[in-house]
């Protein structure tokens, strides 16, 4: 028979009668938590791929100079690397961005051709690049957005370089990457006997001692034979390079502004809802509602708002991010997937910033005095 | 002496500073299941003194009681308004958004946890009032008399002791207006409630066993006999 009336209907019921205005507001929320999911998931992404990196390579400890983009540490450096009793293998790198094309920008690394990095790569065509000589290997994706298969040629920076092989990686930041002799590198920024960082592989710890006290012990003797250099080990480093750190700073920042217009914009509807209402707010107080009541449901309307222009924007998020992922200009540096955390945070983002939103005009709302409500045009 | 279900004792209020005095010390009884009639011009306090009597607002002196407790410090208002008060309105004041059944079921969102139970009682409400056929009509789909029925039916939700109805025929034509006040009347003896109406009809004023007359912010007439015998 009946059509039963529930609190978090007669809510619904309140957002719907003004179906313009709160369709508008959601596109406001989920513009705001589409910037959340699409840019903080680029950034956490991002530094899921060099985590995956490094993992996939092997690598435990980074040994670095000063910073992640700081080519400027002695490749002599790697001697005294090479003969501690900790290190099973050592290698130098060198790590830059590089224009390939206008439209393409890629991660361009420097290795050995003896790496133990080439390990972790499957080749798709063509042979392991030589040292010394003017050629690259392309990651399968990079490959992919430049049109290039081996025995192709690219320039790279003025200087025409032969497409040795194409390789498979199992992170973005491999497959979408270019790798170089160091020494092509080295020449090709100036940087003669210098490198960014070493790789390293650890020697299985020893029987009886635990693999993070085996980690620190190796970081304080690398340490203690090379001084002023440091050893940092691989996940940290993944999460904790300046790249990374850049990429976090940037999708905080941007999508905390998406975020404070996406609460304003729930803040303005709430006020004027609660202004359009005061009568029936009236009415309620009239009819028994306690202010805590009123205040339940005004909330509750913001909260929906949150929540509602989160799923949207989770939506547009990922949207958002497949196609950064798809563009040749990010392709290097972003996959699709994204952390499933990353999309509770954003719901519990959204229903915060929605509650944040209507706290004011709920409280405004819940003291009105019934009187005066009532008397209200 | 019978107890009054609703005592005023020197009830003043103010606005604006004391600049404008609405009431200006009334003193009145209500006995339970009594039927008053409230009349006077404009601005003689009448509505003032019903909005005083029903906790929608709080007198700048003096006390209201129900039951010999006082409103507002004994007894929550909101509690008071939820429990014990039923309102009817001039302008009925039901919610747009809302059908008919839904606009019945609001004050019981209030106290009852049980969404079938309200319904149905909401559905039971309106067929009392003849309404049978308007449950899922919205408040602009319907006609003034049926918009204020809805109202009466839904100041009944919570099994209120005390129905008051501030001007209920204000707004309708003189054969609703008829039919509301009957269908008042009838709620009053079948369920042996209070019904205090404010009214400035004359022949509404006059066909209530007990009358008060307001003026300037004072009782200028009325009759305690029953609650003095």
Same mark, same amino acid.
């Given at each position: 028979?009946?059509?039963?009336?529930?609190?978090?209907?007669?809510?619904?019921?309140?957002?719907?009668?003004?179906?313009?205005?709160?369709?508008?507001?959601?596109?406001?929320?989920?513009?705001?938590?589409?910037?959340?999911?699409?840019?903080?998931?680029?950034?956490?992404?991002?530094?899921?791929?060099?985590?995956?990196?490094?993992?996939?390579?092997?690598?435990?400890?980074?040994?670095?100079?000063?910073?992640?983009?700081?080519?400027?540490?002695?490749?002599?450096?790697?001697?005294?690397?090479?003969?501690?009793?900790?290190?099973?293998?050592?290698?130098?790198?060198?790590?830059?961005?590089?224009?390939?094309?206008?439209?393409?920008?890629?991660?361009?690394?420097?290795?050995?051709?003896?790496?133990?990095?080439?390990?972790?790569?499957?080749?798709?065509?063509?042979?392991?690049?030589?040292?010394?000589?003017?050629?690259?290997?392309?990651?399968?994706?990079?490959?992919?957005?430049?049109?290039?298969?081996?025995?192709?040629?690219?320039?790279?920076?003025?200087?025409?370089?032969?497409?040795?092989?194409?390789?498979?990686?199992?992170?973005?930041?491999?497959?979408?990457?270019?790798?170089?002799?160091?020494?092509?590198?080295?020449?090709?920024?100036?940087?003669?006997?210098?490198?960014?960082?070493?790789?390293?592989?650890?020697?299985?710890?020893?029987?009886?001692?635990?693999?993070?006290?085996?980690?620190?012990?190796?970081?304080?003797?690398?340490?203690?034979?090379?001084?002023?250099?440091?050893?940092?080990?691989?996940?940290?480093?993944?999460?904790?390079?300046?790249?990374?750190?850049?990429?976090?700073?940037?999708?905080?920042?941007?999508?905390?502004?998406?975020?404070?217009?996406?609460?304003?914009?729930?803040?303005?509807?709430?006020?004027?809802?609660?202004?359009?209402?005061?009568?029936?707010?009236?009415?309620?107080?009239?009819?028994?509602?306690?202010?805590?009541?009123?205040?339940?449901?005004?909330?509750?309307?913001?909260?929906?708002?949150?929540?509602?222009?989160?799923?949207?924007?989770?939506?547009?998020?990922?949207?958002?991010?497949?196609?950064?992922?798809?563009?040749?200009?990010?392709?290097?540096?972003?996959?699709?997937?994204?952390?499933?955390?990353?999309?509770?945070?954003?719901?519990?983002?959204?229903?915060?910033?929605?509650?944040?939103?209507?706290?004011?005009?709920?409280?405004?709302?819940?003291?009105?005095?019934?009187?005066?409500?009532?008397?209200?045009? | 002496?019978?107890?009054?279900?609703?005592?005023?004792?020197?009830?003043?209020?103010?606005?604006?500073?004391?600049?404008?005095?609405?009431?200006?010390?009334?003193?009145?009884?209500?006995?339970?299941?009594?039927?008053?009639?409230?009349?006077?011009?404009?601005?003689?306090?009448?509505?003032?003194?019903?909005?005083?009597?029903?906790?929608?607002?709080?007198?700048?002196?003096?006390?209201?009681?129900?039951?010999?407790?006082?409103?507002?410090?004994?007894?929550?208002?909101?509690?008071?308004?939820? &429990?014990?008060?039923?309102?009817?309105?001039?302008?009925?004041?039901?919610?747009?958004?809302?059908?008919?059944?839904?606009?019945?079921?609001?004050?019981?969102?209030?106290?009852?946890?049980?969404?079938?139970?309200?319904?149905?009682?909401?559905?039971?409400?309106?067929?009392?009032?003849?309404?049978?056929?308007?449950? &899922?009509?919205?408040?602009?789909?319907?006609?003034?008399?049926?918009?204020?029925?809805?109202?009466?039916?839904?100041?009944?939700?919570?099994?209120?002791?005390?129905?008051?109805?501030?001007?209920?025929?204000?707004?309708?034509?003189?054969?609703?207006?008829?039919?509301?006040?009957?269908?008042?009347?009838?709620?009053?003896?079948?369920?042996?409630?209070?019904?205090?109406?404010?009214?400035?009809?004359?022949?509404?004023? &006059?066909?209530?066993?007990? &009358?008060?007359?307001?003026?300037?912010?004072?009782?200028?007439?009325?009759?305690?006999?029953?609650?003095?015998?």
């Amino acid at each position: 028979m009946a059509a039963q009336l529930s609190f978090t209907g007669f809510a619904w019921k309140n957002l719907w009668r003004r179906r313009l205005r709160t369709l508008l507001t959601l596109g406001g929320i989920a513009m705001a938590i589409g910037a959340f999911v699409g840019l903080v998931g680029f950034s956490r992404s991002f530094e899921h791929e060099w985590l995956r990196m490094y993992l996939s390579s092997g690598t435990d400890i980074a040994v670095v100079q000063q910073t992640f983009l700081n080519t400027s540490m002695d490749e002599s450096a790697g001697v005294k690397l090479k003969a501690l009793p900790v290190v099973a293998q050592a290698t130098p790198m060198i790590l830059n961005l590089m224009d390939l094309t206008p439209e393409v920008n890629a991660l361009a690394y420097g290795w050995k051709a003896d790496s133990y990095e080439f390990d972790s790569l499957q080749l798709v065509s063509g042979r392991r690049f030589r040292d010394g000589q003017p050629e690259v290997m392309l990651g399968d994706l990079l490959a992919g957005n430049l049109h290039k298969n081996a025995g192709d040629t690219l320039e790279i920076q003025g200087s025409p370089f032969t497409v040795a092989g194409v390789y498979h990686g199992g992170s973005a930041l491999e497959a979408g990457a270019v790798i170089l002799p160091i020494d092509q590198m080295q020449q090709l920024g100036g940087l003669q006997g210098k490198v960014t960082a070493f790789h390293v592989r650890l020697r299985p710890p020893p029987p009886g001692e635990a693999p993070d006290r085996y980690l620190k012990r190796a970081q304080a003797e690398i340490e203690a034979a090379l001084p002023g250099l440091r050893a940092v080990p691989a996940a940290e480093r993944a999460s904790n390079n300046q790249l990374v750190l850049l990429a976090h700073a940037a999708a905080w920042g941007t999508s905390s502004i998406a975020m404070l217009i996406g609460i304003l914009g729930i803040a303005n509807t709430m006020a004027m809802s609660v202004f359009e209402r005061t009568r029936e707010i009236g009415i309620l107080r009239a009819l028994g509602w306690k202010r805590w009541r009123i205040l339940l449901l005004i909330q509750t309307e913001a909260a929906v708002l949150g929540l509602a222009g989160g799923i949207l924007g989770i939506a547009v998020g990922c949207g958002a991010l497949r196609l950064l992922a798809a563009l040749p200009q990010t392709a290097s540096i972003v996959s699709a997937s994204f952390p499933v955390l990353l999309l509770f945070e954003a719901l519990g983002i959204a229903v915060l910033a929605g509650l944040a939103a209507g706290a004011v005009p709920a409280w405004r709302g819940a003291h009105l005095s019934p009187v005066e409500a009532l008397r209200h045009d | 002496m019978i107890s009054p279900i609703l005592e005023a004792r020197n009830l003043c209020k103010s606005y604006d500073e004391g600049r404008i005095e609405a009431l200006r010390g009334v003193d009145l009884s209500i006995a339970a299941g009594e039927y008053v009639a409230i009349s006077g011009p404009s601005g003689s306090g009448k509505s003032t003194l019903l909005q005083l009597l029903g906790g929608l607002d709080t007198p700048t002196s003096g006390q209201v009681f129900f039951s010999n407790q006082p409103l507002g410090a004994a007894i929550d208002l909101d509690d008071y308004r939820a &429990h014990q008060v039923g309102f009817v309105f001039q302008a009925f004041y039901l919610l747009p958004t809302l059908s008919a059944l839904e606009n019945v079921q609001v004050p019981m969102l209030a106290l009852s946890r049980d969404a079938g139970n309200r319904a149905h009682r909401a559905g039971a409400l309106l067929r009392e009032m003849g309404l049978e056929d308007r449950l &899922h009509r919205y408040p602009n789909e319907l006609s003034a008399g049926e918009r204020q029925r809805v109202a009466i039916a839904r100041s009944l939700a919570n099994h209120p002791s005390i129905l008051l109805a501030d001007e209920p025929t204000g707004n309708l034509d003189s054969v609703n207006s008829a039919r509301i006040m009957e269908m008042l009347i009838g709620i009053q003896q079948k369920r042996g409630m209070t019904l205090i109406v404010v009214t400035h009809e004359n022949e509404i004023a &006059h066909s209530a066993p007990r &009358h008060i007359r307001m003026r300037d912010g004072l009782r200028v007439g009325g009759d305690e006999s029953r609650l003095e015998s």
